[in-house]
């Protein structure tokens, strides 16, 4: 039974302003809301209706954290288009997926991306995991961001790194419809070494580029043939919320937003994988 226009709003809205908050697009927790709400969908167009979502999130989160000035847009540029051929080849690779496999594999994803972030909520406390990623040898990068209060954030990582991860978010999330957000975000800040909040805000950047993708492919193949109301709907809600989320961020520490993206992402997963048995 299709949810009411308001039901589908407000589901909109609150995944907009988790998504915003965290960096994660509102994709991470869509899609298990979709599949809870939803089971006899298929894969393809489970995922095509979060990565329209996301698209319109993220640009609207985007917006909010320019006029923050915590973008880091030279950075973002160049990991967006390293997403891009990832995120084509996710959409066609979605569709061999089975619905019990894509639940399984989506399920599993996210308590492993959980337990890291809850065990793991900030760059001090993953000194031990960090020592296993190589010195940047090729194309080291420093940057200076200063944002509209003043803020001044300096951070140095391996670009030709940021490139690799790039591609295989773009692949993943388009693969699952969650953005790859969940997966990028923590990749900026623990791989890279950026600030939380500039990862943040760089990260929903990068998402409305590979979203807006993944979007365009599926449009191509169809898939949004009788779910485009749905789609719209939930899309003009996480536009609204991902306002209040991007107001709520300044007042959040960066360890907390990590932590809250775990606990959320921990949750559903659970959700998820208990309704396969």
């Known amino acids: 039974m299709l949810m009411s226009t308001a039901a589908l709003f407000t589901l909109g809205v609150t995944v907009g302003a988790f998504g915003t908050l965290v960096g994660a697009g509102?994709?991470?927790?869509l899609v298990p809301a979709l599949l809870i709400l939803y089971p006899r969908l298929e894969p393809e167009v489970v995922t095509a209706i979060s990565l329209a979502v996301v698209f319109l999130n993220a640009t609207s989160g985007s917006v909010a954290y320019g006029w923050m000035k915590k973008t880091d847009y030279h950075t973002g540029g160049i990991f967006a288009v390293a997403t891009v051929p990832g995120a084509v080849l996710g959409v066609f690779a979605?569709?061999?997926?089975?619905?019990?496999?894509?639940d399984l594999l989506f399920g599993t994803l996210l308590l492993l991306i959980a337990l890291y972030l809850i065990i793991f909520p900030g760059p001090e406390t993953t000194r031990a995991v960090l020592k296993l990623v190589p010195q940047c040898r090729v194309w080291p990068v420093s940057r200076t961001l200063v944002d509209a209060k003043g803020e001044v954030y300096d951070y140095s990582f391996c670009m030709g790194t940021g490139i690799l991860a790039s591609f295989v978010v773009g692949f993943v999330s388009s693969l699952l419809g969650i953005g790859g957000g969940i997966i990028h975000v923590p990749a900026l800040i623990y791989l890279l070494h950026f600030p939380p909040h500039v990862a943040t805000a760089t990260a929903h950047f990068i998402l409305a580029v590979m979203a807006l993708?993944?979007?365009?492919?599926?449009?191509?193949?169809?898939?949004?043939?009788?779910?485009?109301?749905?789609?719209?709907?939930?899309?003009?809600?996480?536009?609204?919320?991902?306002?209040?989320?991007?107001?709520?961020?300044?007042?959040?520490?960066?360890?907390?937003?990590?932590r809250s993206l775990g606990l959320a992402l921990g949750a559903v997963g659970i959700r998820l994988l208990l309704l396969l048995y």
């Open 213 to 258: 993708t993944g979007c365009a492919t599926h449009f191509l193949q169809g898939t949004y043939s009788g779910v485009m109301s749905m789609t719209l709907t939930i899309g003009v809600g996480a536009v609204i919320g991902a306002q209040v989320g991007a107001a709520l961020s300044s007042r959040v520490s960066g360890s907390a937003i990590v």
């Open 26 to 29: 509102g994709g991470s927790l």
């Open 94 to 102: 979605v569709n061999a997926l089975s619905r019990w496999s894509f």
